[in-house]
């Protein structure tokens, strides 16, 4: 009866050993490597602001591209197409996903032009600075006389210089010879945004 209660004990002393060394036995197998790691996309955009408050601001983007990409604002659903419309002014959240799920993002803010700016931007800087009257001199970063006007904010700072140059052509004609000047319509758009305010939202 003694050897019987000491192999049971036995067995059980074995059993509890391999069940206490099973639990703590530690995995070291090690994890799978991240598909996404390294994903850091590099955003090319063109965007085209909200006019007057509305909600008619654009944003395309140019890269990250491909078949396999998809995009989504803020937390919209993802969609296949790269463009998005109807947006008013404001800052968006743009992310990228590729087909293995990963990601990255890009924050973009519309701004708010005024129709008069807005026509005087497009007179000075054309679309997407491919264009416009000033060009190359004072775009992409051109620095004619000291001025450049890639920036909203270089060309409100301007709006002197501009009007000067542009539309009294004083102290010489802007663009200049052997360019032909501004037509009186133009020089127009330029006169009125000055006399609103020459403000981004006039």
Request: a positive charge.
């Amino acid at each position: 009866m003694k050897t019987c209660c000491n192999n049971f004990y036995n067995t059980l002393f074995v059993y509890l050993f391999i069940l206490l060394f099973s639990c703590n036995k530690k995995d070291n197998t090690p994890p799978p490597p991240d598909p996404c790691l390294g994903t850091n996309y590099v955003f090319e955009y063109f965007k085209t602001e909200a006019l007057c408050s509305s909600n008619n601001g654009t944003i395309t983007i140019n890269a990250p591209v491909g078949d396999t990409m998809t995009y989504k604002n803020g937390n919209g659903a993802y969609q296949r197409s790269n463009v998005f419309t109807n947006l008013a002014p404001g800052n968006y959240v743009i992310t990228a996903k590729n087909h293995k799920g990963c990601t990255d993002t890009a924050q973009i803010t519309i701004l708010n032009y005024g129709p008069k700016y807005a026509a005087v931007k497009l007179l000075i800087a054309g679309s997407n600075g491919i264009g416009g009257y000033c060009g190359p001199c004072h775009l992409n970063g051109g620095t004619d006389g000291g001025k450049n006007f890639d920036t909203d904010a270089s060309i409100v700072a301007s709006w002197d210089r501009i009007k000067a140059r542009a539309v009294d052509n004083n102290p010489s004609q802007m663009p200049a010879p052997p360019n032909a000047p501004l037509t009186a319509a133009d020089k127009q758009k330029i006169t009125d945004w000055v006399n609103a305010g020459h403000r981004i939202s006039d």
